[in-house]
């Protein structure tokens, strides 16, 4: 019990995270909304760390997170980059469909096949790709919106790589101290980026700090209660229920930006939940 309740807390702080670094995406850019609240989460990690005195773990135990943080800034900047380009409430979904698969697919490679709840999941997932990237246009059109998808897809290849490698890296009990590589990882690929295509450091709207801080610790808060599901159950439930995430940046999108989907697109995205929660049944 749990594990879903982290699961889906983490999904809820995700999904606020997504809203609000989209936001910072659009007034900043997608490069310095990542890099300035991946500098607040490990600060708030580091924090954290010394104040809850966790044991510091085993060197491969930070290799594992630091790979981890580096798949997910990766995915961060991809749909960030999306959200930038057009709307929020598409890019979310698609990419936490790669993002929930990614792990089933590992647990296919180390425990056999799924059952048929997983299979019936996939069909949903395929089918929700196909109405999303459709939209209310006809097949005509289905090969340009598919090439709108290369970000989102992209996001969640990076996310679900996340999830693997973070799952390893806390096998052993450790939480803070492994988001703290994850972060560090983080900013220092930022930073390298951002050194090397001469991409400015300066924030000229300032009003966007508060939103970058905030996105900062809701993402911070997103990996925190994703680690305890995984440590409190299957890597696969806490996967899929953190994968969860789009509910919450769609309601937010839709108040705050009035953001109108066509139907198709509504039910491609309902198609996407009932995929996730497809997967998830296997292991509740």
């Not at 594990?3 to 007034?27: H, P």
Request: proline share 3%.
């Amino acid at each position: 019990m749990l594990s879903i309740i982290f699961g889906l807390l983490s999904a809820l702080s995700w999904g606020a995270g997504d809203f609000t670094g989209g936001l910072a995406s659009r007034r900043v850019g997608a490069i310095r909304a990542v890099f300035y609240a991946s500098v607040i989460g490990l600060m708030v990690a580091i924090g954290a760390a010394i104040v809850s005195r966790e044991s510091v773990p085993a060197i491969k135990a930070w290799g594992f997170a630091f790979g981890a943080g580096l798949f997910g800034c990766l995915g961060l900047i991809f749909l960030y980059a999306a959200m930038e380009r057009g709307a929020m409430s598409i890019a979310a979904p698609v990419s936490a469909l790669l993002a929930a698969a990614l792990p089933v697919f590992v647990g296919i490679a180390t425990e056999g096949l799924p059952d048929f709840l997983t299979v019936l999941g996939f069909g949903f997932a395929l089918l929700a790709v196909w109405l999303i990237s459709n939209g209310g246009g006809g097949a005509d059109d289905l090969l340009s919106h598919l090439a709108d998808l290369r970000l989102p897809l992209l996001a969640g290849l990076g996310f679900g790589g996340y999830f693997v490698l973070m799952h390893e890296a806390t096998s052993g009990g450790a939480t803070f101290w492994p988001m703290v590589s994850s972060r560090t990882a983080s900013v220092l690929m930022l930073l390298v980026y951002m050194l090397v295509t001469k991409t400015s450091f300066r924030i000229e709207d300032r009003s966007a700090l508060p939103v970058i801080g905030l996105n900062g610790v809701l993402d911070l808060s997103g990996n925190g209660f994703f680690i305890l599901a995984a440590q409190a159950g299957r890597l696969d439930v806490a996967s899929v229920l953190s994968s969860l995430y789009p509910g919450s940046t769609v309601v937010l999108a839709s108040v705050f930006l009035r953001e109108r989907l066509t139907r198709n697109q509504w039910i491609g995205i309902l198609s996407a939940l009932t995929a996730i929660a497809l997967m998830s049944k296997t292991s509740l």
